[in-house]
């Protein structure tokens, strides 16, 4: 299967670009390979974030509940 790629431009400060640039230089990968490294990693880390607000959220309005360690051990029947 194959997966379509969408192109997208974006403006970077010249210190950025620079670095950016010195990077790819270095290690033989292209500027575009770091991008979308980049981009990936923070867009994870900003769905991990926004899906621990909204559970903390859902908690505090009583929408959710949290076991211990020994409930979550009863409620499946794992007892001594």
Same mark, same amino acid.
């Given at each position: 299967?194959?997966?379509?790629?969408? !192109?997208?431009?974006?403006?970077?400060?010249?210190?950025?670009?620079?670095?950016? !640039?010195?990077?790819?230089?270095?290690?033989?990968?292209?500027?575009?390979?770091?991008?979308?490294?980049?981009?990936?990693?923070?867009? !994870?880390?900003?769905?991990?974030?926004?899906?621990?607000?909204?559970?903390?959220?859902?908690?505090?309005?009583?929408?959710?509940?949290?076991?211990?360690?020994?409930?979550?051990?009863?409620?499946?029947?794992?007892?001594?």
């Amino acid at each position: 299967m194959s997966t379509m790629s969408k !192109q997208a431009a974006i403006r970077l400060p010249d210190e950025t670009y620079e670095r950016l !640039q010195r990077l790819a230089a270095r290690t033989g990968r292209t500027a575009t390979y770091y991008i979308r490294e980049a981009l990936e990693e923070k867009l !994870q880390d900003m769905e991990d974030l926004y899906l621990a607000e909204e559970i903390t959220r859902a908690r505090s309005r009583g929408a959710s509940k949290t076991y211990t360690l020994e409930e979550l051990g009863r409620e499946l029947g794992l007892g001594d």
